[in-house]
Structure formats: C-alpha cells, structure tokens
C-alpha cells in the first residue's frame, strides 16, 4: 500500500514537471515562483489527472485540451480561479469546482458529461460550453443569473422548457446538433431579453429537426426580434424583422379567419338545432298553455262556487253543462249534500288529472331540453377539436396540418375499407352492434413526426442486407392505437398526440411500448363495456358507446417478438426486439392463433369484409388474424389518420333532432327521449272532455270600475280582496292602484307586456301574472308585503334589472316562479335571483337548499370586482407576448405569465398593464379607477349591459367584452390606443356615428352575432384592418359603401347578414367596392373575382353612388360633379334632368373609355377626363354579332354616332355629317388617355369648344379639327407628331394658343391659317435648321414662342434672328424681350448680312476675311468710315455690299436668314454689343437714302472718334 502510494506520489511529480515544462517553468523553483503564475497550459497529452496545483494558488487561467483526465480534482487550492478548460478530455460528471468561487469561464466541450450539475454555488459565471457532450436535459442553471454565453451544442436535448428563464442575461446561445423539433420549444427562448445571438443549425454541427421546418427562421426572428445574428447569419437589418414580422401577422390574420368562419359555421348549427328544439318544444308548450288554463278556470270556478254557498243538483249541473252564473239567493238543502260532494269531487278529479298531464309535458320538454343540450355539446366539442386543430396549425407555422377527407379522396376511401375489414360484427355481437359507419377521416400532416419516422426507418434499411430489404418494407404497417378504455381519447390528449407522438403516452404493464392493433374489436370492446357498465351504474342510455374515434397510425414493426404470457410488457425483457405482439386470444380470451401481416393483409378484399359483417357467419376467421403489437420506439409509430365512426345496432333509435324526424313517434318502435305517441295525444282529449266542463266567459278588454266591481262581485273598490282576472284580453289595469285592499290578484292569460299599472298595493300578498308577453317589470313598486308572484311563461330577458326591480320593490317575497322566458343569461338566473332576494325560499317551485343559498352569496360575491379578484386576474408584464395564437392577449399573458402584481408596493394597481375577469358574473365594470396603465383587458361571458368605468384607462389597447349583454359601444370612444376591439356575441342595434372617429390605431374589430343593422359608424375608422361583423341585421348594400374609405381594409366578414341573400352577386359587389379585400366571408378573394367584379360592377357612376357621397339624392343644386381616381368605366347619370345643372365635371384617373352618358349632360363647360383610356366621344362599335341594349340604344339615337368612323380617310369631313352634342362645351381636358387619332375622336362635334388640351396621348397627325372653329387655345405637348399638315389648322382662325412641345416636329409648315395666333410652344422638338425658323413670318400676332430643347435652339444666332423677326414677339423660351435686347439683335442680324457664314472654326456671326461681291464699297459717312466704324467690333476688314437695302431695311421688312448650317454652328458663344456698335447702326439707317449703288473700295481702316 505504502509502495503504491509512493509510485503514484513518484507519478504525480512527473506530471507537475511536465507540466512545469510545458509552461516554462522550473520545478526546482516552483515553491519560489509557483504563487507569481497565473495561467497554465496542457494541450494533447502529458497530464492524466489534474494534480499539482497547489503549487499555483494565484492561478486565474487553466487550460487543459485533450488528456485523459476523467474527473476534476485538485481545484480546492485555486481560489482565485477564473478561467477554466477542460477540454476534448474524459470527463463523465461535473464535481470538483465547489471551492473557484470567482469561476467566470467554463469550458467542457467534447466529453462524456450526461448531466449538468453542481454549479450552483459558481454565481460569478459567464461563459459556460458544455458542448459535444451526452447531455439530454437543461438543468442545474438556475443560480447562474450571470450567464452570458452558453454553448450546449452536440448533445442529446430535446426540450427547453423554463430551464433558462432564471439566465435572463445570456447573450449567446448554441444548441446545434441537438433533437429540438417543437417550434413551442424555441419559442421559450424568447424570455431572454437580451439573447442576440442564436444557433440552432451551426455549421460545426448537424441541425436540429426543428430547423429542417418551413418557415424555420421567420418564427425564431419574430418571437426573438432582438436577435442580431442567428445561425451565424447577420439578421441585424430592420428589413429582415419587419419582413418575419409581416409574415407571422399574415399567418395569424389568416387562421383567425379560418377559426371565426368555423365558429360561424357552429353557430349556424346551433341555430338550426335551436330552431329544431322549439319545433319539438311547440307541442309540450302548446299543451302546457291549455291544460293550464283549464286548470285556471276550473280553480276558479271552483272558488266560485265555494264562495256562494250554493250549488245546484248534479243533474241540473250535467244538463246545464255547469253554467258559470249562480244565484245568491238560492239555498242550500240537505238533499243536495251528497250532490254538491260528488260535483266536488268531480272537480278535484279532473284538477289533478289536468296537473297530471301538465307534468308528463313538462317531462316531454326537459327531455327534448336535454337532448337538445346533448347535441350542443356534441357539436361544440366537434367545434372545438376543429378550432384546436387550426391552432396547432397556426402554432407550428403549417408544420402540421389538417386535412379534411371526402369520399372524393382516395385515402379517404382507403381508411373506410381498412375500417370495414378490420370489422368482425360477431366480436359486437353481444353489444347489439351489427355494423359500421365512419362519418369523418381527417388526415394529418406532421412533418416533424415524419421527418423523424423517416429518418429511423432509413437507418434500419442502412443496416441490413440488400436481400433482405423487401423483408423491412413489409414489416410496415397500418395499425389502430390502443387508449385505455377508462380513459377516453379526449381533445387534449389526441392533441398531444397527433403533435408530439406517442412519447408520453404510458399504461400501467405496458411501460415502454405503444399499444396499437389491427382489429377494431381489441380496440373497441374493452371501451364499450366501460361505458355501459358506466351508463348503468348510473341508470342512463347505454347508447353513449355508439360513436367513437380512431387514430390509424403508420407503424414500422421491426424485429417483432411474441409476448410472453402472463408478465408486462417492458423493453427490458425483449432486449433484441422492435416491438412485441399479442394474438387476439390473448388480449380477448377468445379462440385465435397468432398471426402478423403486412398491410397487404389486412386490407382484404370486398368479399372478406362482407363476410366478416355478416352476424349470420358460422366460419368466421377473424380472430385469426386478430393482434395487438406493443412497439417500444415512438418514433417508429406515425400518427396518419382520424376516423369519427358510428356503430349500426340492431335497434333502431330514431334521433329526435334528426332532420326528418317529427315529434310524433310510431307506435312500437324505439325513440330515443323527447318524442310524443299519438296515444298521448288521445289521452290528452279524455282528460279535456272528463266533467265537469265549464263554459266559456266573454272576454274583458278594457277593465273599468264597473267591470271591476262585477268581476269582483263586490259593491265599493274598498271590500274587493280577491281580483280574478284570468282569461281575458286586457293590456291595462287602469286605477288598480285603488283597490288598496286587494290581497290577491289573478292576470294569467291575458296580454299584458308591461306592469306599470301594479303599484302602490300595501297589502297585495299574491301575485299572479303568468303566461303573458311582460317583456319588463320596470313600473312595479310599492309592494312590500307580496309573498307569491308568479312570472312565468312571459317575455323577460334582462335578469339584471328584473332582479333589481324585484328586490327594490318585493323586498318580502317567498315564492316565485319565472320559468319559461328567455333569458339572455339562463345558467346563471337561479343563482342571481337566490344572491339577491334573500328572503325567498321557493324559485321555480323548487325549495331553496342552505347549501343553495350559500353558493348564491358566494356567487354575487364573486360578481364584483374586488381588490382580490384584481389581485388574482391581473399581470404586471410590459410587453406584448409574442405568441402564434388567437386568444386575447390577456387570456394569453394571465395563462403563461408569472408576473402577478405585488400589493405591498406602493400605488401597486398602477402597475397592472393585463387583467383577465372573464366568466366573472359582472354587471358592471367599476374600481379600475387607478389601473391607468391597463393595456390588455378581458371581461368576457358576463352579464354586462354597457361599457364603462375604463374612461381613465387611456392606455388600452386591446379589449374583449364578447359574451354580455352590450347594446351600446359609447364607453370606449375615449380610449384613444385601442387597437383590437371584440364585442362578439351581445346586444349591439347600431354603431354610433362618433364612437370611432378617435380610435385611429383601431386594426381589428369583431363584433358577430349581434343585432346590427348599419354601418354608418365605420366610416372614420381608417385604420381597420380586419372586420368582422357576419351574423348581424345588415340588410341594404348602402352599408357597403360606409366601408369604401376603409384602404386598409384587407378581411370582412358579413356571412350571415341578409344583405348577403338580398343583394344580387352580393360577393362581387363587396369585392369591386372595397379593393383592399384579401379575403371575404372566411374566403381568399381570387384574382378571377376581382376581375368579375370589375366586369359586373366596374366604375359605374350612377345615381346611387354620387346620392352615397352626397348623404342625400337632391341632385338639382349640384354645379359640380368632382369624381377621380375610383375607377370609373360608365358615367349613367339617369334621369339627366336632375343633373341639369352641373357646369363643371372633373373624372381623372378612371377608366373611361368614351363620354358615356355625360353627352346627355347640357349644361356642361368644363370637362376634365385626363388619365382615362378615352378612345371616342362616344362608344365604339364592338365587334359582335349581338348587340347589346345599351348598344342599341346608342343606335336609336341619331346624335350619338355610335359605331360610325371615318372609312381610313384622314381628312376629318367624315364627322362632318355628324349632328353636334354637348353644345355648351367650352374646356375639354383630354391629357393622357392614350390617343392615337382624332378623327376617331369625333371631337368636331363639339361645335363650341373654346379650348382643348390633349397632352400626353400617342397622336401622329393633327387631323379632325375642321368643326372646332371657335378653338382659342390647343394643347398637344408629349404626342407623336412628326409634321404639321395642309389641312391640319385648315379651319382654326380663331386660335390664340397653340402647344406642341415634346414631339418629333423638324418642320413649321402650314400655320399660315392660324393669322391670330399669339403664343407658340415648340420646345423639346426636333426642329434643326434656321429655315424652319423662317417659316414663323407667317404668324404676324405671335408674342410668345418656345423653341428650347430643340437641336436649333444650340445655335447662338437663334436668339436675335428670332427677335429681329417677329417685331411682336415679347417672350422668348420664358426670358421676356427686351428693346435692349431687339436692338442688339438688329445689330447682330446686320452683321450676319454683311459679312455671310463660312466654315469658321467657332460660327457665331463673326464673318472672315472672305466676300461674296466683286468690289468693296467703302462707305464714309460724316467723316466717319462705317468699315472702321463696325471692323473695330468685327475685324479689320469689312467690306459693305453693293446696295445697302440689301443690308439694312426699314423695321418692316424681313431680313432673310441663312439656310446653310455650318459644320461648327453650335460653338460660337456671342459677344456683349457695346454702344458703338449701337451707334453705328444707327448711323446706317440715317444715310442709307444717299447712298451710291456701287461704292469703291476703301483700303485701310480707320476708326472715328
């Protein structure tokens, strides 16, 4: 021992040397310098175990990489240790590290680690990697609240849960190469407010599942916004989360749709049922009502005759038939006792024969309520499961989804075939069960599941042989999963299964393995026997066994092994299988063999199925076949299908609620509850006809004193105690209140719908007014000491404040009845009524237990808001949850959140931002007074009437009121940040004009299943995004157009309303109106509707739509009809002469394509039509061999031209025949409609046209304009035109202003007609040569003209020549004329005269030493030499030609302009004339009357001074 401990002693030293030599460091002096090391290195090899460091206690760095270590020790002497690596080593358990305190780095990447664990007390801790290892759960982190960095990558993990939330500060975070495969799983990271850095699918390492997802990184990006890099992608940019974000909206856009419209599709259910129940309850009613008032009458007349003393003989009474009116006077004789007794019992006889019946139908009612609330729940669970199924759709971002089957599917009818031939009617035989029917096959697509079933099943294919590969392909498998029969397949756990697998599915002896079959009877029998077991112990149907659902799984067997008898199946004892089977005789104890076949097998043919549903097979071999298999692997088992089946029994139980059922049942045949034999029917008339029968009384309908008293059979209002009125028609009580000594008073069947006139009775004690249409109680009063009232069978339905009147005004009522009225709130009356009469001890005729009374005051209670309640149902979270669901953010952050608000801070109801009271029984919203920072806010299924008391709650943004009793939307119209509204399911008539108009943030609003009728209150409300409002009252399509201002409008929903039935091709109508619509009605609007909309209903202006602008159709003051950009195609303005009167007409922006019916507009001056698709005045003639009416009726009158064109002439005399229209005409805008003709145009017909633009259309020819004689100004900028024609302007003496700028114009021919024009545009042409400009003498008025842009305008003499020729020219490309400037340019034009153009190398006037005459003619004039005078501006020689008229004209005349272009025109930049040469021109002029012919030259120049 003691030499062992020395050789490890030995060992350990050269470890500490090897170390120390690793590291620089002498052994020999480490006792000297081992306290000054801080850090230490060990890479590869040379350090098994980590040993020496006590050596080092100042050291803060080690790093150990690649040894063999396998356990870390010898840390307890590194107290100031901050750094450590051990890495790529052998480590199986984290220990060791308890004494390093002010560890802050940890690295144990690549080891064998299965557990994370004993790092609590390492508080100081940053960084953690713990990749590479064999790591499966995220524990022991808890403490580590200054985690930072976190790398888990490479290991075994599957969930996340909450085992990071404590590590809120973790920026980094890699779990690559781990089994994550739920999107719920990263969604958990999303708590790490300041996690940036994400890696699921590192490179280094294989994804995980999860990331093989659609949809993958939109989900993490928008449930971790905050993220800069993920995956080791920058994901920095605001584009990218604003493009996730938008997508995820969509999505949840998107199925909340598809959840309302399968909400509605259940209210529309339950509705028929509803309708179907008061069918059924019609005759019980009906019965109930007459027995009842026989009953009524009997007990009076019996009070009647017992009251008068006297009753005549039973013969007499029998003969008589029992008349009502008996004689005071007459007396009673002993004779006639024993007629009186037997007349007495006659009538308590039929009295309780008469109940009798009364309770069978109150029976018959309870039991058609009964099953009526069966079938309700029924279809709210198969609702239920349907909107579960959405939400999980929605939760994993489409990576499971939900396909709804139809006999039309292939896999639909496969699933039915499996189920008929895995049928044996013999193993259901004793059940009375002889069939089958599957009424619904869902299949569902999970990707995940498949990805990972796939994924197995290709690894056992790897692995064998290539002969056995067939054998693996037949070990697959389609199977029906096993549940426990006392635990039914509910919707959570088929849920969980149909998402996750069958991981968590566990059954006592079946640990490890999934329990499946291939017969329905292993499956079903077990689950049979259970229910009816059940349903007898508690004495109901034993029906309930009759439908049921089934999970048919695709399973992969493996190496299967028969199970051993008698011991549980645990994966233990099979160590080499993949899963074990079962044979029927086992699991049913019935004769059978083992048997195991492939899918093949077990859907077996048409002939086998019928033969194994047949209950008369004596050599049935199902059991067989028969077997259960227990798969140990989940993974191997993927959940495919859903089938919803039904059994078909022996006896046949017609189903009340059927659609072809009748309330009448048939004799001998069974019917389920509720139904009525036409023997009961017969028993009813001998119970009517037993004696005594009394004889009918008139009936009363105005009650006054007289009547009164007579009914009363009392002299003075004063002695009437008893009042019976029963039976009558009356509506008042007039002066009732006078009969102040009335102690009973009697108004059942009468028709009273108010009670107003019953007040002030001190002493009235009962109080019957039933079967009546009392819709109200409001006007009772003063009726302290009533004791009975019975209210039943009337029209009360506002529990609230009937209950209020009651126990204001009937504070010592005992009994009281107030069944059958329709309640708005039904579940909750009892307890109400209970809560707040205190003194009753009968309601309903049922006696009010303790145990009753206690939970009604626990029950009113609990319908106030209090400080504890706030306490319970509130949350204090700052942020929105970023979660994929529908639910109100309030029920979402009051589920998941912790943050509860803590009531020991001060002003704690400031800081609660969630509240959730919903299913509170409230009636009123109070005390939230403080709550101001309240932003999400719940109050469903409670009985409120209105909203109010949230007026300081300025921050909400979302509330959800749905479920109450609202009428009025008035208490939210200051809450200014709302966003989502929910109001669905309450008692909403209208929507207030005002409510809307502040809520600017409001983008989603449903209020369905209302009692709407306008939309007049929407239409301010521009931010909407989504709306819902589908089974209200809205009947007008006038409602519709309240929406069309709503741009943001992308999802409506009105299904249910009657405008959807009312209004023809309603689905277009709403599409062609509102165009931001995605979707309508639960349905995607598809591009084709779109178009048919546009086809059916496009841009028609009708009276209709301008009436909907105007808010009124008085159409007579209207002078101007302003209506752009709305798409307008036909303008059918009827009748024209309400319109008479508008002068000015503006369309822009539609989609015009002729004048439509404005031509029958008179009084027209201005028409605008700019950006429409204008191709005639009036429509074209389309090519068909029917026309239409409107086509025909173009036809009929003769001054619309339709059809009728110019056969390719190009002059315009083919309009010329054509009548005039729209004669009061003057402005016509024509810009941009994509023109290519005028004479197609017709535009002569509007004979008084004074100016026309047409700017910006594809016109090539000026052409058609012959009968616009009166045109002024013309506009043709930005068209095609090349050249002005002869007959162009042919006829446009009158025109003042004419545009043409932005052609392809190189010539100015042809506008010698328009004498009068002033202004002239041709800038942006293509005009090149200074001829062209010559052309313009013609215009003698012009005053402005536009040239610029034109390749001309570069030519520097343009300017001037232009000036010097139009002497009225005034403005110039914009610049205006100056004299200055006209006179520069006389100058100029002189020198261009003079000295002509040559191929100079800059051509701006300036002449070279070159002339065209023979001889100089030296010109001296007042001892001043002119070729001096002007050379000493020009050059030094200058030479004046042979005449000077040839120079210089008078201003009349025109100087012609040079028609040569030279080769450098557009260099030249002209020089600043200065006075001399102003001066010398001037001199010219003065002396050109003298001048010779022929001058002689002068030689040498001189200048004067």
Request: hydrophobic share 35%; proline share 4%.
């Amino acid at each position: 021992m003691i030499q062992s401990d020395n050789q490890n002693q030995i060992a350990s030293t050269e470890i500490v040397k090897e170390l120390c030599t690793c590291n620089g460091l002498s052994y020999d002096r480490i006792d000297l310098e081992g306290s000054s090391v801080r850090s230490l290195e060990m890479f590869f090899s040379g350090y098994p175990r980590i040993v020496g460091l006590s050596h080092f206690p100042n050291l803060t760095r080690l790093v150990l990489v690649r040894q063999a270590i396998q356990e870390i020790s010898d840390l307890q002497y590194c107290m100031v240790l901050k750094e450590l690596w051990v890495a790529e080593c052998c480590l199986t358990k984290i220990d060791g590290l308890q004494r390093c305190a002010l560890l802050q780095k940890l690295y144990l990447y690549c080891n064998m680690i299965s557990t994370i664990e004993n790092l609590e007390k390492l508080t100081k801790l940053e960084v953690v990697w713990l990749n590479g290892n064999q790591i499966r759960e995220i524990e022991g982190l808890s403490t580590l609240q200054k985690l930072k960095d976190v790398n888990l990558a490479g290991n075994l993990i599957g969930k996340i849960g909450y085992r990071l939330d404590p590590s809120a500060n973790i920026e980094k975070l890699n779990l690559s190469g781990n089994r994550i495969s739920s999107f719920k799983e990263i969604t958990n990271l999303a708590r790490l407010p300041r996690l940036v850095d994400l890696c699921l699918n590192d490179p280094q390492y294989n994804p995980n599942p999860v990331c093989l997802l659609c949809n993958y990184a939109t989900h993490v990006l928008y449930h971790i916004p905050q993220l800069q890099r993920l995956d080791t992608y920058d994901v920095s940019s605001k584009q990218i989360k604003e493009l996730a974000e938008t997508m995820v909206m969509k999505k949840v856009m998107f199925y909340n749709m598809r959840i309302k419209s399968a909400q509605r599709q259940l209210n529309e259910e339950l509705e028929k049922l509803k309708e179907r129940k008061h069918k059924l309850q019609k005759l019980p009613e009906d019965r109930i009502k007459h027995f009842s008032y026989n009953i009524k009458n009997l007990e009076r007349e019996l009070v009647d005759l017992q009251a008068s003393g006297k009753i005549q003989a039973s013969k007499a009474i029998s003969s008589q038939n029992l008349s009502c009116e008996k004689s005071d006077e007459e007396a009673e004789s002993p004779d006639e006792t024993p007629e009186e007794s037997s007349l007495e019992q006659w009538f308590m006889h039929k009295l309780e024969a008469l109940k009798r019946r009364v309770n069978f139908w109150s029976k018959k009612l309870e039991e058609v309520e009964a099953v009526y609330q069966g079938e309700v729940k029924k279809k709210k669970k198969a609702s239920s499961l349907a909107v579960q199924f959405l939400l999980t759709e929605l939760e994993t971002v489409g990576n499971i989804r939900f396909e709804e089957g139809s006999p039309s599917d292939a896999w639909f009818n496969s699933c039915y075939e499996l189920i008929l031939s895995r049928f044996c009617a013999l193993d259901f035989k004793t059940h009375g069960i002889t069939g089958v029917k599957v009424n619904r096959v869902i299949r569902v697509h999970n990707r995940i599941l498949r990805l990972k079933f796939e994924e197995k099943f290709q690894h056992f294919l790897d692995k064998e042989d290539l002969n056995e590969f067939l054998n693996y392909r037949k070990m697959l498998e389609y199977l029906f999963y096993v549940s426990p029969p006392d635990v039914p397949l509910k919707k959570q756990q088929l849920v969980q299964i149909l998402e996750d697998g069958f991981q968590e599915v566990k059954k006592p002896g079946s640990e490890g393995g999934v329990q499946l079959s291939n017969s329905l009877s292993i499956c079903e029998c077990p689950r049979i026997e259970y229910l009816q077991k059940q349903a007898r112990s508690k004495g109901d149907s034993d029906d309930t066994f009759r439908r049921g659902k089934l999970i048919i799984a695709k399973v992969f067997l493996g190496q299967s092994t028969p199970a051993h008898d008698g011991e549980p199946i645990v994966r233990a004892r099979y160590p080499n299988a993949n899963s074990v089977y079962r044979s029927g005789k086992t699991s049913q104890n019935t004769p059978s063999t083992t048997a195991s076949s492939g899918v093949a097998d077990q859907q077996e043919k048409s002939k086998s199925s019928e033969v194994c549903s047949s209950l008369d097979s004596k050599n049935c071999d199902c059991n067989l076949r028969q077997c259960e298999w227990f798969v140990f692997d989940h993974e191997l088992v993927l959940p495919e299908y859903i089938v919803e089946f039904e059994y078909i029994t022996l006896v046949k139980v017609e189903p009340l609620f059927s659609s072809l059922s009748n309330v009448t049942g048939e004799e001998g045949r069974r019917n389920s509850a509720g139904f009525v034999l036409s023997r009961d029917l017969q028993r009813d008339d001998e119970v009517l006809s037993m004696k005594p029968i009394i004889k009918p009384k008139p009936k009363i309908v105005c009650l006054d004193e007289k009547t009164v008293l007579a009914v009363a059979k009392a002299n003075i209002y004063s002695q009437i105690m008893i009042l019976n009125l029963h039976g009558n028609r009356l509506s008042k009580l007039r002066d009732i209140s006078k009969l102040t000594g009335l102690r009973k008073l009697i108004i059942s069947f009468n028709e009273f719908t108010c009670l107003d006139d019953v007040y002030h009775l001190p002493n009235l004690e009962y109080f019957d007014a039933s079967h009546n249409h009392v819709i109200t109680l409001e006007g009772i009063r003063g009726l302290n000491k009533l004791k009975y009232l019975d209210l039943s069978w009337n029209q009360l339905k506002k529990a609230g404040e009937e209950i209020g009147v009651l126990r204001k005004h009937t504070p010592m009522v005992l009994s009281l009845d107030i069944r059958h009225n329709p309640w708005h709130k039904p579940a909750s009356v009892r307890l109400s009524v209970i809560g707040q009469l205190r003194a009753l001890t009968h309601l309903d005729g049922l006696l009010i237990t303790e145990d009753e009374a206690a939970a009604a005051i626990q029950f009113m209670a609990d319908s106030k808001i209090t400080q504890v309640s706030l306490v319970e149902n509130s949350r204090t979270d700052q942020d929105r949850l970023r979660i994929l669901s529908i639910l109100p953010q309030a029920v979402i952050l009051t589920q998941i959140s912790q943050n509860k608000v803590d009531v020991f801070q001060n002003n704690w109801p400031s800081r609660i931002t969630v509240l959730n009271l919903d299913g509170q029984h409230l009636s009123r919203i109070s005390g939230l007074e403080k709550l101001e920072n309240l932003r999400w806010a719940s109050f469903s299924n409670n009985n409120l009437t209105k909203i109010e008391g949230l007026d300081t709650c300025q921050n909400l943004e979302e509330l959800t009121v749905d479920g109450n009793c609202i009428t009025t939307l008035e208490g939210i119209s200051k809450l200014c940040k709302l966003t989502r509204l929910s109001a669905n399911n309450n008692h909403l008539t209208s929507l207030e004009r005002n409510i809307f108009d502040n809520l600017s943030h409001l983008h989603y609003l449903s209020l369905e299943n209302n009692r709407i009728t306008s939309l007049a209150g929407l239409q301010k409300a521009y931010a909407l995004i989504e709306l819902y409002i589908s089974n209200n009252y809205v009947s007008s399509n006038q409602e519709i157009y309240q929406l069309k201002g709503l741009n943001n409008l992308v999802i409506l929903d009105m299904y249910g309303n009657l405008i959807v039935w009312k209004q023809d091709n309603y689905r277009l109508f709403v599409i062609f109106h509102i165009a931001s619509l995605k979707a309508l009605d639960g349905t995607a609007v598809e591009a084709a509707e779109t178009e048919n909309a546009k086809d059916l209903f496009g841009g028609k202006l009708n009276a209709d739509m301008v009436a909907e602008r105007l808010g009124h159709s008085n159409f007579s003051k209207m002078q101007e009809l302003n209506w752009t950009a709305s798409m307008i195609r036909m303008v059918d303005l009827a009748p024209a002469d309400q319109f008479k009167n508008i002068t000015s007409v503006n369309l822009q922006n539609n989609n015009l394509t002729s004048f439509s019916g404005l031509i029958y507009l008179p009084n027209i001056k201005v028409l605008c039509l700019n950006y429409n698709h204008i191709e005639s005045i009036v429509p074209r003639q389309k090519v068909s061999n029917h026309l239409t009416n409107r086509q025909l009726l173009y036809q009929k009158v003769t001054s619309s031209g339709y059809g009728q064109s110019s056969k390719g002439n190009k002059d315009t005399g083919g309009n010329e025949s054509l009548a005039p229209i729209m004669e009061s005409l003057e402005v016509l805008h024509l810009g941009y409609n994509g023109i290519a003709s005028l004479a197609s145009l017709q535009i002569s017909r509007l004979k008084n046209l004074k100016f026309l633009f047409l700017q910006g259309n594809e016109i090539s020819q000026i052409e058609g304009l012959d009968g616009l004689q009166l045109l002024q100004e013309l506009v043709l900028d930005h068209n095609r035109l090349k050249a002005i024609h002869e007959n162009s302007f042919a006829k446009q003496s009158c025109l003042v202003a004419l545009h043409l700028e932005e052609n392809r114009l190189r010539e100015l021919n042809n506008l010698h007609c328009l004498v009068k024009l002033q202004k002239l545009f041709l800038g942006l042409n293509r005009i090149q040569e200074l001829s062209e400009l010559e052309k313009l003498d013609c215009l003698p008025c012009i005053k402005e003209l536009s040239i610029y842009g034109n390749p001309v305008s570069r030519k520097i003499c343009h300017r001037p020549l232009l000036v010097f020729h139009l002497p009225n020219l005034q403005v110039l490309d914009g610049v205006t004329v100056t004299p200055e400037e006209r006179a520069r340019a006389e100058v100029h034009l002189l020198e261009q005269q003079v000295f002509p153009l040559a191929n100079s190398p800059i051509d701006c006037g300036f002449p070279v030493l070159q002339t065209t005459f023979p001889k100089p003619c030296p010109l001296k004039i007042a001892n001043v030499n002119l070729n001096a005078g002007i050379s000493y501006l020009y050059g030094g020689d200058f030479i004046v030609p042979h005449s000077v008229d040839e120079l210089v004209g008078s201003e009349s005349v025109k100087v012609p302009l040079s028609g040569k272009k030279s080769k450098n025109s557009a260099q030249g930049v002209c020089n600043p004339r200065s006075i001399h040469a102003e001066v010398a021109i001037r001199q010219v002029r003065a002396a050109s009357a003298n001048l010779p012919a022929h001058g002689a030259p002068q030689s040498g120049p001189s200048r004067t001074t």
